[in-house]
């Protein structure tokens, strides 16, 4: 890493630090575990499922845990507290209002709350707010957040997310800076020999063309498209979901709906989704929102073919160029044109094969060792600016 050879002493805030906790909490993780080379990190937290080396661990009470919101004036003021004195930088992936580097995953309040709307629809959204103490806290923290002083340095997770946050909070826009997700390793596709071990590991068919979705909100990642797409797919195709399985018997009646329950697994959440990559053919992922989507990434990773909704909807396509390292769906919710790139992806060899070669290259610009160095240097940019 680079920076001025100084060891640090960084508090870093997550309500959940555990891989099940999501996206955000993977990012804030792994970039944890490759600063813990450098620096002594702190991590303060209400649910920790994360053991490293070098990193210390805060529990952080939660006496309100019921309602979200108190929860989260309780967490922004313990850490405050806790995180007063005695750190070089507090790194807070949370909405609280102190720390020096703020890392934003998702739409701010604001922008999901007022963004497009005008005339009488936005005077009923202040309405909203305005007989609403869970919205009045929200917008309370994240105000005070995104208050651009004393060299602070907001943190955007894909550049998707510039645009509304100069919207919501003009002042913001000289701070922001893109440090996007990354992947530990890049390893390439699994030999056919390690694919058949880990789909008889996860109880998956051992033949067939396996389609993969990751996600833990089934609706937003868009498995009802995804389950009218198979029913229009080759009968040798089937889908392994991994996730949350709080909607399954949702969704699973969709797939005796479509007349495709014997070609669709639940897989639930897993603590290891190595398996799940190495078992599949390719990575499906009609996500009517995502700021970025690190699931893409690590298929990529894995050398998937992944089938991507466009720049519109999903963050990292920014980045991505169509039919050259993905396929991107223009219009998530069509389920006709998701089932002609998956046909196209399963069927020709040449553009499964480009398609994976693509993925890994672009990769491996994006791996955590890379972005861990450009966290690193925010750090000592921040610490420069205070002195």
């Given at each position: 890493m680079s920076g001025s050879g100084k060891r640090l002493r960084i508090a870093v805030l997550n309500r959940v630090?555990?891989?099940?906790?999501?996206?955000?909490?993977c990012y804030s993780m792994a970039l944890v575990e490759q600063?813990?080379?450098?620096?002594?990190?702190?991590?303060?937290?209400?649910?920790?499922d994360h053991r490293w080396p070098g990193v210390t661990y805060h529990t952080v009470s939660a006496p309100l845990a019921r309602s979200r919101w108190l929860n989260q004036l309780w967490y922004a003021g313990a850490t405050w507290w806790a995180t007063r004195r005695g750190f070089d930088v507090v790194h807070s992936h949370e909405n609280v209002w102190h720390g020096q580097v703020q890392t934003v995953h998702?739409?701010?309040v604001k922008a999901k709350l007022f963004h497009g709307r005008t005339g009488w629809r936005r005077l009923l959204r202040g309405l909203k707010v305005l007989t609403s103490p869970r919205l009045l806290a929200y917008l309370w923290l994240e105000q005070l957040r995104f208050r651009v002083r004393d060299g602070r340095c907001i943190v955007i997770a894909s550049g998707s997310l510039r645009e509304p946050m100069t919207i919501a909070y003009p002042a913001t826009a000289a701070a922001l800076q893109v440090v996007t997700p990354g992947v530990t390793l890049v390893g390439g596709p699994a030999t056919p020999a390690l694919q058949l071990a880990a789909r008889r590991r996860l109880g998956l068919p051992e033949g067939g063309w396996g389609i993969l979705?990751?996600?833990?909100?089934?609706?937003?990642?868009?498995?009802?498209?995804?389950?009218?797409?198979?029913?229009q797919s080759p009968d040798n195709a089937w889908l392994a979901v991994v996730?949350?399985?709080?909607?399954?018997?949702?969704?699973?009646?969709q797939t005796k709906a479509a007349g495709v329950a014997q070609r669709v697994f639940f897989l639930g959440p897993l603590r290891?989704?190595?398996?799940?990559?190495?078992?599949?053919?390719?990575?499906?992922?009609?996500?009517?929102?995502?700021?970025?989507?690190?699931?893409?990434l690590e298929a990529m990773a894995h050398g998937l073919p992944v089938l991507v909704s466009g720049p519109r909807h999903c963050g990292i396509s920014l980045l991505l160029t169509n039919e050259s390292n993905a396929l991107m769906l223009a219009d998530p919710l069509d389920a006709k044109a998701l089932a002609s790139a998956l046909r196209r992806v399963l069927e020709e060899p040449l553009l499964r094969h480009a398609l994976t070669a693509a993925a890994l290259t672009f990769a491996s610009q994006y791996q955590?060792?890379?972005?861990?160095?450009?966290?690193?240097?925010?750090?000592?940019s921040v610490l420069a600016r205070q002195a």
């Open positions: 630090f555990a891989s099940v906790g999501g996206g955000a909490e600063l813990a080379q450098r620096h002594e990190i702190h991590v303060f937290a209400q649910q920790i998702v739409l701010p979705l990751v996600g833990n909100d089934y609706r937003k990642k868009g498995l009802q498209t995804l389950i009218k797409a198979l029913a996730g949350n399985g709080s909607q399954i018997a949702e969704f699973a009646l290891d989704v190595g398996d799940a990559y190495a078992a599949a053919d390719c990575l499906a992922h009609p996500t009517l929102e995502d700021t970025f989507a690190m699931v893409v955590w060792s890379i972005i861990a160095r450009q966290q690193e240097a925010i750090y000592f």
